[in-house]
Every structure is written in C-alpha cells, then in structure tokens.
Nanobody
Framework: QVQLVESGGGSVQAGGSLSVSCATS????????LGWFHQAPGNKREAVAV????????YYADPVKGRFTISQDNAKNTVYLQMNSLKTEDTSMYYC?????????????????WGQGTQVTVSS
C-alpha cells in the first residue's frame, strides 16, 4: 500500500523560511514523479513544484520560482519542499503527491497518491 505522510508545516512570519517533508512508502520503483501542491480555502488545488526523480526537468509555479526548492532523498524515500522568503499569500494547505509513472511528469499530470496535507501559515 502506497502511503505519503507530510510533516514540517507550521506558522512563520513573512520573509521567513519553512521546510516541509513527505515520506513515501510502498512504491518500489526508484524513478517516480513527485509533486507538491497547495490549496487554500475556496481555491482549487494547484501545483507548486513537480519533479521527475530520474530526470533533469523540474517545474515550479511562477509565484514560487526562486523562492521554493523541491528535492528528494532516495535513501530516505522522502521529498522536501524548502520554502524561503515566504509571503502571506503562500498560506495554504500543502500536499505531496506521487504519480506512478514518470512519463508526462508535470503540473497537469494525474497523480495517483496523495498525502493528508500539512498547513503552512505565513503572517505579516
């Protein structure tokens, strides 16, 4: 059974940094498509960052380019989202997701597995 468990959310003042983590288990194929999404109340879920763990292309949503970094630790089966220079508009629930095949890995892909989410709140 594939499971994704996020951790590391919390509250921070604008300009600060947070790192959220997503531990994955139950998916044995090393190369995968992983993504971080966010969803604020009343808004649709949107991709923040997406990576093909065996490729060279990483997607970042325009509002987070230069501020957020997605990375992975294969040995720990964990994907991270480092968030710097946080803004109040980054406040949201953040979800990690896994797509079973790395083909067509991108923000519009249909991801197969989702974590439960972790809240990030940025105050002014």
């Amino acid at each position: 059974q594939v499971q994704l468990v996020e951790s590391g959310g919390g509250s921070v003042q604008a300009g600060g940094s947070l790192s959220v983590s997503c531990a994955t288990s139950g998916y044995g194929i090393p190369r995968k498509c992983l993504g971080w999404f966010h969803q604020a109340p009343g808004n649709k879920r949107e991709a923040v960052a997406v990576m093909d763990t065996g490729g060279t292309t990483t997607y970042y949503a325009d509002p987070v380019k230069g501020r957020f970094t997605i990375s992975q630790d294969n040995a720990k089966n964990t994907v991270y989202l480092q968030m710097n220079s946080l803004k109040t508009e980054d406040t949201s629930m953040y979800y990690c997701a896994l797509k079973k095949w790395f083909f067509d890995c991108g923000p519009g892909a249909n991801f197969d597995y989702w974590g439960q989410g972790t809240q990030v709140t940025v105050s002014s």
